[in-house]
């Protein structure tokens, strides 16, 4: 296994909280909030789209090497209607 990336449904205060946990995940891909949200904590990235599919998130990982720990992310919003 590469990486595990956890979809939650949650408020950004607890994705926050499992961020700083340090458990190592890269990325999470976070609902509930209406709001969108783009943290980094600790390396790792909480993304949240906001509601109603108004933004996407075009989201990339990249090893830079056999032996790195884990993905380099990269993250832009962008509005759907674009």
């Known amino acids: 296994m590469d990486v595990v990336l956890?979809?939650?449904?949650?408020?950004?205060?607890?994705?926050?909280?499992?961020?700083?946990e340090q458990i190592g995940f890269p990325l999470i891909l976070g609902g509930h909030d209406h709001e969108p949200f783009l943290?980094?904590?600790?390396?790792?990235?909480?993304?949240?789209?906001?509601?109603?599919?108004?933004?996407?998130?075009?989201?990339?990982?990249?090893w830079d090497s056999v032996e790195s720990s884990g993905p380099r992310v990269s993250v832009q919003l962008k509005n759907a209607t674009d």
């Open 39 to 62: 943290e980094s904590i600790n390396g790792c990235t909480i993304v949240k789209t906001g509601m109603d599919g108004k933004q996407i998130a075009v989201i990339e990982l990249v």
């Open 6 to 20: 956890p979809m939650t449904h949650q408020l950004m205060c607890l994705d926050r909280k499992l961020a700083q």
